[in-house]
Nanobody, 122 residues
Framework: QVQLVESGGGLVQAGGSLRLSCTAS????????MGWFRQAPGKQRQLVGA???????NYADSLKARFTIYRDNAKNTVYLQMDSLKPEDTDVYYC????????????????WGQGTQVTVSS
């Protein structure tokens, strides 16, 4: 079965950086688009960004200047590099996978990780 495992979350001061990782198993990783979403308590999950199987990326407009997504197919891992973090970036971050890039960006996927908490202190 598909398994997505996020890691790298934690507590960081405003202005700092974090790199999240999501390692996949049970899928042909190189054939899948991957996405990062985030969710605050009581709110809907929102797209952070996504990367296609051919490494085309797309980001939420408000985040593209500070966040970068890239993938390492040899490690079955997708990364989310987050720089210049702000307190409003505090959320649980999830990764997801699907063969369809649009489906990933819409979040209409079946496979999700368990999430990793990111907390940015002011």
């Amino acid at each position: 079965q598909v398994q997505l495992v996020e890691s790298g979350g934690g507590l960081v001061q405003a202005g700092g950086s974090l790199r999240l990782s999501c390692t996949a198993s049970g899928i042909i990783f190189s054939a899948n688009a991957m996405g990062w979403f985030r969710q605050a308590p009581g709110k809907q999950r929102q797209l952070v960004g996504a990367i296609s199987a051919s490494s085309i990326t797309n980001y939420a407009d408000s985040l593209k200047a500070r966040f970068t997504i890239y993938r390492d197919n040899a490690k079955n891992t997708v990364y989310l590099q987050m720089d210049s973090l702000k307190p409003e970036d505090t959320d649980v971050y999830y990764c997801t996978a699907d063969r369809n890039f649009v489906t990933v960006q819409l979040g209409r996927t079946y496979s999700w990780g368990q999430g990793t908490q990111v907390t940015v202190s002011s």
